[in-house]
């Protein structure tokens, strides 16, 4: 029997990105110019699934907050503290794009590069704003004529973040291009976007963030990200 108050889903599949902790993935996609992939489970991975979705450069995708804190799962908390206003001012949940919501399930457009069927189906994704083992409920293809509103109101973030210069310790820089050559881009991307909480503003403070397993050490102070350490987490490469 079918009960109208409560719903079950079951994953399509799965993100595969470099995001590897909730500190300093993008707080919106299409920010951040990074590259992931979207694995769809056994049950779905059928090439007659994905068929004609090729035709389409951006993609919706529907997924889990999966991360958040499960001690607030179920927690009914009508206001949020959005960071685009610095932390300190509550806000309705539903007129913010928090990860602590009534259901914990996000929205997020993303660029299709290509779809890969070789073995099962994956697609590669760029622009996405979504923690490695992301579980997806769902894709839909964007359409610009129904989806892009011209003159739409965004309220109290009316417009993209500024972004900062990003520089490298030379002995940074040297241990990134080891490790990967995407690595640098991926920090740049990343970083230029300052992920630390709004309060926070101590430029002789050392950050560090996992990103496609590395530790990444960083600081920010008026001139920008200086990027002071990289190191591989453990035996994983980068």
């Known amino acids: 029997m079918l009960d109208r108050d409560h719903h079950t889903f079951t994953p ?6 470099p995001y590897q902790e909730k500190f300093a993935i993008p707080r919106q996609p299409g920010l951040a110019m990074v590259d992931a992939t979207i694995e769809l489970t056994p ?5 007659a699934a994905v068929e004609g979705l090729e035709q389409f450069s951006h993609l919706w995708v529907i997924f889990v907050f999966h991360a958040v804190d499960a001690q607030r799962l179920g927690e009914w908390r009508p206001q949020v503290r959005p960071p685009r206003l610095g932390g300190n001012e509550k ?29 099962g189906v994956k697609l590669h994704i760029r622009g ?13 293809p964007y359409l610009p004529y129904a989806d892009a509103i011209e003159n739409a109101r965004a309220g109290f973030a ?42 926070q503003d101590d430029p002789a403070r ?33």
């Not at 806000?91 to 070789?118: C, K, M, Q, W, Y």
């Not at 310790?169 to 920090?187: F, G």
């Open 91 to 119: 806000l309705g949940v539903f007129a913010t794009r928090s990860t602590h919501r009534p259901n914990p399930i996000g929205l997020s457009v993303v660029e299709l590069l290509r779809i890969d069927t070789n073995e």
């Open 43 to 47: 049950l779905y991975a059928d090439p």
């Open 12 to 17: 399509i599949g799965v993100v595969r990105s």
């Open 128 to 140: 996405a704003d979504l923690l490695d083992g992301t579980p997806v409920l769902d894709i839909k």
């Open 158 to 199: 009316p417009s993209a973040p500024a972004r900062l210069q990003v520089r490298w310790c030379s002995e940074a820089l040297a241990a990134a291009r080891t490790y990967s050559a995407t690595l640098q881009q991926v920090v740049e991307e990343v970083l230029s976007f300052d992920p630390r909480p709004a309060y």
């Open 206 to 238: 050392i950050y560090g963030v996992l990103l496609a397993g590395c530790n990444v050490r960083f600081r920010i102070d008026e001139s920008g990200a200086e990027i002071v350490d990289v190191t591989s987490v453990g035996d994983a490469a980068c």
